[in-house]
C-alpha cells in the first residue's frame, strides 16, 4: 500500500481535514501520480455536503488534478517517472459498452468509476479523490499535460474545459459558427475562450456586468448582462449553439428563441428538473434541449492539446489545503475569478 | 371571384354551418381545386374553439385537402385540368429565407401563409381551409397525388403523414433504426407504417389495449400498454428516436431513459409547456428533447410518393360535411380508427 494525506470530511456537515489514505500499489498497468495541484469544481462541495444523497463518508474530493509520475507498473511505456500528466473525473469504466469502445467513457452504459466517491468494482471500496498527496491511476484514465500548459492553471481544463469542449466539438462548432456561453464562471469562461479559440463568434451571457466585462477581455465578440431590459430581443435566430454552464435550474425559454433551426440548448451544469419547457418555441423552427456529461479520456486529450496549442488555461486563484473551506465558501458565493487551485505541496506544511 | 360554398363557424361557440366563400381569380401561378375530400385534424377543432386565441372569424377549418383541378392560371404547366391533386397546411411563403430556401417552408422566418386561418400577405384577408368545395392555391404549394393512392385515405398524409414522416427522415431512420410511436391515432397510426416501411424495428407505446393490438396490425414489432405496471422496464437504452404524438403536454421524464445516448425525443402534438424534464435524464448519457413541425412541400410530396410506393394510406371514416359536429366531438373522445374525412361531394345535397 501507499500511504499519503488527504483532506476531506469524515461525515455530513464536518468540515474538510486531514486523513489517512492508502492507495493500492500499482498494478502493471498503473500509474503513480505525485499530486501537484487540484482545481475546486462545484461537485465538490455537493459531493463533501451530500447534496444529491450519494456521498459515502469519508469522502476526499477533487477531480481536477495535475501531477508528477512518480512510478508505473510498467504497462505500456506510454508514462515515463518524471512526467507531467493529468487525471480528470473517471479513474476507469466498463470498457466493452459501445460507448466506451467509442471513447466516450463518461456514458458508460454501466456508469464509469468516478475519481473521488465512485466505486472501485476490484476492491469495492470508495475512491477517494485529488485533495490529497498521491494517486493510482490505470494508464488509460491518465491524460499527458503538453508542453506549454502551466501546471496549476491546466488543472481546471480536466473537468471544466472538457465540459465546455466536448459539446462544442460535437456540435461541430468551427469557423462561422455562432455560439452562446450562458454563465460566466469556472466553465463559462473556458468555454469563451475555447469558443473564441475554434473560430466561432462568441456572445457571453452573465448577470453580472463586471462579468460581462471580463468576457469581452477572455475572447467574446459580445457580452450581454441579461437582466438588463430588453437584453435578449436583437438577438432572436442568432446561434446555432447555446451552452447553459448554469450550476441550478433554470428558465430555458427566454433563450429559445435565440436559436436557429436545428440549433442545441445544451445543459451543462444542472442536472436537476428544469422548469416547463414551452413546446411551441421547440417546434417553430425545430430547435433541441440536449445535455452533455464533460467528455471522454480522448476528447480529454484533445483538450489538453488543444488548449496548449492555443496558450489557453483557466484564471486560478492557488489556494493552500488548510484554506479549502473558506474556498468553498467563496465558490458558493461566485467569489472567486475563475477558479480555485489547492497547491497541494501546502499538504505537508507543519507536519 | 370563383363563388363557393364553406363549412365554417361565424364565432367562438357557435357549430359549424354553410358560409358562402370567395376564392380569388387564379394568377399566372395559380391552380383552382374542386375539393374531394378534407380530413379532419385536431387542430380544426382548436381553432374552430379559439383554444389558442388565434382564431378569426368566421373560421372555415381544413388542411388535409384532396381535390381534381378545375383550371390553371397556366404557371409553369405542372398541373393539368383533371389532375388529382392535395394541398397540405401551407398555401404560401416568403419564399426568400434561408428554410425557404431550404424547402422548409413550415420554418419560415416570417411564418408560412396557413391555409386555414392564416392570413394572406397580398389581400390582408384570413385564408379559409378546405371544407368547402372549391380553393385556389399557388402551384408551388400544391402536390401532386401520385397514382395508387385512393383519394379519401390519402388526404391525412397532407398533414398527419408529413408531420410524422418529416422527423422520421430528418433523424436519418432507416433499417436498423429502432423508433418508438408514443400514441397511437391519426399521426401514430401512419408514425407506425411508415417507420415500419423505412425498415426500423417499431414499438409502439398506448394507453389502450385495443390500439396496441391495432399496432401490431399496423406493422408494429411491438406494443407496449405504458399503464401496465412495468411497461417500461426493459426498454432501457434500447431507441435512437422517440416520436410522441400526444396531443396535450405530459411528463417526458418516463420516456427518456429509453433512447440510447445521442437520442431523440421528438414532440409531434403538443405545443404548450411541458412537465419539468430532469437533466441528469438528458446528460446520461446524451440525450436530447427537440420538436417538429409538419414537413416542407418537397418534403410533403416525398412522404406521398413514399406512402405510394409502399402502399401506406391511413385508415379513414368517411363521412358527410353535415356530421362534422358529431366527427368533432367523436375526435376529441379518440372514438376514431384513425382519422374522420369528409366527402366534399355531400355539400351539395339537398341544395
Redesign the interface.
Same mark, same amino acid.
Request: aromatic content about 2%; proline content about 14%.
Given at each position: 500500500m501507499i500511504r499519503t494525506i488527504g483532506w476531506g470530511s469524515r461525515g455530513r456537515g464536518l468540515p474538510l481535514e486531514p486523513l489517512e489514505l492508502e492507495r493500492r500499489d500499482p498494478g502493471p498497468r498503473d500509474v503513480v501520480i505525485d499530486i501537484l495541484f487540484c482545481g475546486i469544481c462545484h461537485t465538490d462541495i455537493h459531493q463533501v455536503h451530500d447534496d444529491w444523497d450519494s456521498t459515502e463518508y469519508p469522502v476526499v474530493p477533487g477531480h481536477e488534478i495535475v501531477g508528477r509520475v512518480r512510478a508505473t507498473g510498467g504497462g505500456t511505456g506510454r508514462f515515463a517517472v518524471g512526467d507531467l500528466v493529468g487525471v480528470g473525473c473517471m479513474v476507469g469504466s466498463c470498457g466493452r459498452c /459501445? $460507448?466506451c469502445e467509442e471513447g *466516450?467513457e463518461?456514458?458508460c /452504459?454501466t456508469g464509469p468509476i468516478l475519481t473521488c466517491n465512485g466505486r472501485d468494482p476490484d476492491t469495492g471500496r470508495t475512491t477517494m479523490g485529488g485533495y490529497s498527496g498521491a494517486i493510482v491511476v490505470d494508464e488509460a484514465f491518465v491524460l499527458s499535460l503538453p508542453d506549454g500548459l502551466a501546471p496549476a492553471a491546466a488543472a481546471p481544463l480536466l473537468c471544466a474545459g472538457v465540459t465546455v469542449h466536448s459539446p462544442l466539438r460535437?456540435h461541430g462548432v468551427g469557423s462561422g459558427s455562432r455560439v452562446g456561453i450562458i454563465g460566466v464562471g469556472g466553465l463559462g469562461h473556458l468555454g469563451i475562450r475555447i469558443a473564441s479559440a475554434m473560430g466561432a463568434h462568441t456572445v457571453a451571457f452573465t448577470t453580472t456586468p463586471a462579468k460581462a466585462r471580463d468576457a469581452l477581455a477572455l475572447g467574446a465578440s459580445r457580452a450581454v448582462v441579461t437582466t438588463e431590459e430588453g437584453a435578449l430581443d436583437d438577438l432572436a435566430?442568432g446561434f446555432d449553439l447555446l451552452l447553459s454552464t448554469i450550476g441550478t435550474?433554470h428558465d430555458i425559454?427566454p433563450f429559445l428563441p435565440l436559436l436557429r /433551426?436545428d440549433g $442545441?440548448y445544451v *445543459?451543462l451544469g444542472? *442536472?436537476?428538473?428544469?422548469?416547463?419547457?414551452?413546446? #411551441?418555441l =421547440?417546434?417553430?423552427?425545430? /430547435? $433541441?434541449?440536449? #445535455?452533455? =456529461?464533460i467528455g471522454g479520456i480522448a476528447e480529454t486529450q484533445e483538450t489538453l492539446d488543444f488548449c496548449a496549442e492555443h496558450g489557453i488555461t483557466a484564471d486560478v486563484e492557488t489556494i493552500r489545503v488548510q484554506d479549502v473551506g473558506t474556498a468553498f465558501e467563496r465558490t458558493v458565493a461566485k467569489d472567486v475569478r475563475y477558479r480555485f487551485v489547492i497547491d497541494m505541496s501546502s499538504l505537508t506544511e507543519g507536519r
Open positions: /459501445r $460507448s *466516450l463518461q456514458y /452504459r460535437h435566430d435550474p425559454n /433551426r $442545441s *445543459l444542472s *442536472l436537476e428538473p428544469t422548469p416547463p419547457v414551452v413546446g #411551441a =421547440l417546434a417553430m423552427p425545430r /430547435r $433541441s434541449i440536449t #445535455a452533455s =456529461l
